[in-house]
């Protein structure tokens, strides 16, 4: 846990696994105080924990959800218009 890491142009702690699991109170309390915490399994970097507003920072806002109806409706480009469809007489078959 001694070594530090540039990530992402902010510094902080690199902890292996098992120190992580036995120190996760700090590893989350130094994430939000720090800056993100490198956390290593057998000498690699697997995985990174970061405060939920660096999350926030980082990922694209998502656009707001609709319902599948709203959606669908959406799709036709107004209210008045209608899909039309031919009428299916079926097909002729020699017996």
Same mark, same amino acid.
């Given at each position: 846990?001694t !070594?530090?890491?540039?990530?992402?142009g902010?510094?902080?702690?690199?902890?292996?696994? =098992?120190?992580?699991?036995?120190?996760?109170?700090?590893?989350?309390r130094?994430?939000r /105080?720090e800056?993100?915490q /490198?956390?290593t399994? !057998?000498?690699?970097?697997?995985?990174v924990?970061?405060?939920?507003e660096?999350?926030? !920072? @980082?990922?694209?806002? +998502?656009?707001? %959800?609709?319902? @599948?109806? +709203?959606?669908? =409706?959406?799709?036709y480009?107004?209210?008045? @218009? =209608?899909?039309?469809?031919? %009428?299916d #007489?079926?097909? =002729? #078959?020699?017996?």
């Amino acid at each position: 846990m001694t !070594r530090k890491a540039k990530i992402s142009g902010t510094v902080g702690t690199t902890w292996k696994l =098992e120190d992580a699991k036995a120190r996760f109170s700090e590893v989350v309390r130094r994430a939000r /105080t720090e800056g993100p915490q /490198t956390v290593t399994t !057998r000498g690699r970097d697997p995985v990174v924990v970061i405060a939920m507003e660096d999350l926030a !920072r @980082l990922t694209p806002p +998502q656009p707001p %959800r609709q319902p @599948l109806v +709203q959606f669908l =409706e959406s799709l036709y480009g107004g209210d008045d @218009l =209608e899909p039309v469809r031919d %009428r299916d #007489i079926g097909r =002729e #078959i020699d017996l």
